[in-house]
Nanobody, 121 residues
Framework: VQLQASGGGLVQAGGSLKLSCVVS????????IGWFRQAPGKEREEVSL????????LYADSVKGRFTISKDSAKNTVFLQMNSLKPEDTAVYYC???????????????WGRGTLVTVSS
């Protein structure tokens, strides 16, 4: 498994969850790690990205101010802290790595299995 996302679960609206994504040491040719999500019956959409160095991040408008992306370089792990969760945040969350500063999915080369986040109202 080259990328492994975890940390999903069931939470009430207004609550918090922290997702983790471990990137395999065997993946080396990437500069950005992104989070994406796919809600039931909808297309997958962008959430956030962080530069491999941790110096730059980007957020979709839908999560700006509520979600925070960070990384632990020593553990090859990227985190997504999700606060003030809303029912519309319910989705399967995926992490991916790519080489371009963009939240457009086609720039991402490796994808992990998702982790389900369910926010109840």
């Amino acid at each position: 498994v080259q990328l492994q996302a975890s940390g999903g679960g069931l939470v009430q609206a207004g609550g918090s969850l922290k997702l983790s994504c471990v990137v395999s040491e065997f993946i080396s040719n990437y500069y950005y790690i992104g989070w994406f999500r796919q809600a039931p019956g909808k297309e997958r959409e962008e959430v956030s990205l962080i530069m491999r160095s941790g110096s730059t991040s980007l957020y979709a408008d839908s999560v700006k101010g509520r979600f925070t992306i960070s990384k632990d370089s020593a553990k090859n792990t990227v985190f997504l802290q999700m606060n003030s969760l809303k029912p519309e945040d319910t989705a399967v969350y995926y992490c991916a790595v790519g080489r371009v500063y963009s939240l457009q999915q086609h720039w991402y080369d490796y994808w992990g299995r998702g982790t389900l986040v369910t926010v109840s109202s």
